[in-house]
């Protein structure tokens, strides 16, 4: 088996809205010489994203509404935070002292629609989850074969929690190139049994991979390369297929 190899791409600078990803990823990656090569999987934070994509708001200016008021009463949270939570959230799905779980106008269930405090300029800013981040993948994805010519896959991550184990892990919230799911479903396992719900989530786990260079410095690491990963290129994905069906959905 061919090494797949996960690879920092560090001395970014901090990102401000319209800088372009794509360019600033590939001098960084050429300049530690490690250029974009064909077939890499790229992978970007999503607070890199909505950065340059000028998601950023500032509480100060943030109205809250009376439902947001109720609801930081109960979660103990800033009633203008609340607020921008509940503008980017389609459905609370739980609701306790310091926790607010939702699904976002995306279909994406994390903690607090994504918002997010970490990296970024401001006490009181905050960075949202990109409009599209499917869309946002994509034109990255375009980007970097405009300056490479090479075609790569991309993913935008996201911390997330999950219900059933202890800690946070990078997931992906938007794919561009990539299948996120490999269906091993009818294939058989070592015994010669057939599998047959066997469904693997690469795009999570190659998100996952990257979060053990993005997330080694203090000062954070926005974006990584993974190389030598077999994975299946398509033109047509969307993150939303790492999405349960809200029937099948045991925790809601």
Do not use: W
């Amino acid at each position: 088996m061919d090494p797949v190899e996960v690879i920092a791409v560090e001395d970014l600078p901090l990102i401000t809205e319209g800088d372009d990803l794509a360019e600033l990823i590939c001098n960084a990656a050429e300049k530690q010489n490690t250029p974009i090569q064909e077939k890499d999987v790229v992978v970007i934070t999503h607070v890199a994203v909505s950065k340059a994509e000028g998601n950023v708001v500032n509480l100060d200016e943030v109205v809250p509404s009376e439902r947001a008021k109720e609801v930081a009463r109960e979660t103990d949270k800033d009633p203008a935070l609340v607020e921008a939570i509940l503008r980017e959230t389609k459905e609370i799905v739980r609701m306790r002292r310091n926790s607010l779980i939702t699904e976002t106008k995306n279909g994406i269930v994390c903690a607090n629609a994504g918002v997010d405090r970490s990296n970024v300029e401001g006490k009181r800013n905050i960075v949202l989850l990109p409009e599209d981040p499917n869309a946002s993948a994509q034109k990255i994805r375009q980007r970097i074969r405009d300056f490479t010519g090479c075609d790569v896959a991309v993913i935008v991550s996201d911390t997330h929690g999950r219900p059933f184990r202890m800690g946070e892990i990078n997931v992906a919230i938007g794919v561009a190139g990539i299948k996120p799911i490999r269906d091993r479903r009818g294939e058989k396992d070592l015994f010669g049994y057939v599998l047959r719900i066997k469904q693997t989530a690469i795009a999570d786990e190659l998100t996952s991979a990257a979060e053990l260079v993005m997330g080694q410095a203090d000062e954070g690491i926005p974006a990584a390369i993974i190389r030598g990963y077999k994975y299946q290129a398509v033109e047509n994905t969307s993150a939303t297929e790492l999405t349960r069906p809200k029937e099948k959905d045991l925790f809601r």
